[in-house]
């Protein structure tokens, strides 16, 4: 079993908020991060796969196919975007680095699978302070 | 002569685009750095001062007061903001990192000469592989 | 479940040497590390907590409350201290990276439960080139 | 049980391709990396050793001591060399990142045990963007 | 006056050595870099561009623009390339990272002057610990 | 004319305090900089030499050669020591990363002429958020 990590960034506006409260109440529990007026990051993903090597090529997989994959998936929906109003599969969801990790690892993993390959770890790089790890459970 | 260098950081959104101008010709012209819905970036700021070594201290300034200069007039007004509406001294330009270099180089030239340095270089850090230095003329 | 890390700094002094043997046997085991006069390092902390996604807020916990539990408990007592003379928590102990790790997971781990997530990691990284990682048993 | 991590690094050629393939074949398989005339990177070696800490010295081992072993028994021969025409260990296998690991994992092993503590994972660094993790088995 | 930077990246084999001396008049010259056999790095290159801002875009210049061209005319020649065999401007030269720089430049300097800017610097890492710039005298 | 720069690093304990003072008087000038317990850091050094290119070679300098010499006339003085007590060039000099940059230039200068080049610059880095450069006037 073998484990090789794929790193793909991408820049995004988000606002921490829930609808239902008022600025003021957003403010008191998400802190500056509600800003209405939005703010952004430059984000890290790291994708982890594991598998066995295949002594044809001796690869785990074909990192090129890992990478056009995260790229059409996942890349290509948050780059350059906003997370709260343009990215389909966190609508209806808080933009917390959190459920962005987990949404990526559901846009992910069935593609994964494709590659004869399992889903290791998604994890998202918000700032040089702050990531989050999510191992699909 | 002696140079030194703080880093401050800020997350921002923002959107390069000029309103007159219909959003197709924006993304013509801007790309992707264009969408309506805005995006962002962890921006590093690097000042750098310059001038003479105080014998008394071994300083050529307290390095405290140059970070809160820096967070008082700049990062205060940039971090977690979006430049493009919320930021005063970037109104009425265009959000390039150009333009925010040559922005907070004037927001802190008069308030450094003050600690008896002078102001050398802004530096506005947009991505590892982006970043722009103004020398103040 | 899942992972959030923190990273928090701190500029320390240490010296590894056991009180009992003379400078010469201390250089001997410790090599460098052991100078009478001491050194220091830049160290980074990474701490990393696990737990359910609160759907309320879409966070683990409050990183901001993470993080301040980290600097007082823990970056208050190191940050420009020598860990040998100064910190509670080391005393009677050598001042290696491994008894810091595990020092600091002892001085974290009651504080995080209050935070309905579960300490996972500490690690402590000494230089680019070296890190210790503790997961509490 | 504690966790302790030593980074090397190296600078090699290589190349990606089977010799029963036509060079045609080898760049359609393995793309750019098939090369004829080689190419090379500044590889990272990361080596996480595990075990109990020795009261007497507040070590888990002597880092020095590993970092000489990593040094005598991999990166002496990686470094600056050809990983497909110089390295004893890499002979008869695909000069790849993941054959890579797990050839540097099994010249590490034996001489770790020595040191009272265990192998934990080998990882390998190709570039900002690619590395393999190998844990044994 | 505003300068702006652009990271790219190859991967690339070379050897350091004279075709007139012994292989061991070229070890005793260029150490371990005369190895026969090639070994490589991960090259970073940093072009900065200076020049004034257009008031229409904000821009000193269209990065993309100065992305393509850096791509095309150099990087394309040097990535997954042996530096020595086949990158045509550095035929008939000491494939040294110093050699590299003035190389570069006098691809590049050209072309940057189409952009309404002037090249002000070319600088190549080859490795964490030694770079060179070169501002084209 | 062409700018080489090499890296080294040392860890390092300092106080930064004027011993005619109080520890209070010390505490409100050089705030936790002045821990009469010491503390430390690791420091990045970067020396940049400039000259020209040697036909012969390829290079501007031996870059083994330049490590050497920086090795043996300031690491070896600076690396595992306490600034204040032992390091020769830094007596009767507080020892602030200004100063240390300017007896780092004056070690180094007579040394780097000597290699037919010139010293160029001397940058000292005390974190990731400070450094301070000294070009010689």
């Not at 990590?5 to 998400?30: C, W």
């Not at 780059?79 to 917390?96: R, T, W, Y």
Request: proline share 3%; net charge neutral.
């Amino acid at each position: 079993m073998i484990y090789i990590t794929r790193r793909e960034r991408f820049n995004a506006a988000h606002r921490l908020f829930r609808p239902e409260y008022s600025d003021e109440k957003n403010l008191e529990i998400f802190g500056k991060c509600s800003n209405p007026n939005w703010h952004g990051h430059n984000y890290e993903l790291f994708v982890t796969v594991k598998g066995e090597i295949d002594p044809a090529t001796g690869f785990l997989l074909n990192l090129k196919k890992l990478s056009v994959i995260i790229r059409e998936k996942v890349i290509h929906k948050l780059d350059h975007k906003n997370i709260n109003l343009e990215v389909d599969f966190m609508q209806g969801k808080l933009a917390s680095t959190e459920n962005l990790a987990v949404g990526i690892w559901k846009e992910l993993s069935p593609h994964i699978s494709n590659l004869s390959a399992q889903l290791h770890c998604v994890k998202v790089v918000e700032s040089e302070n702050n990531f989050v790890e999510y191992f699909g459970e």
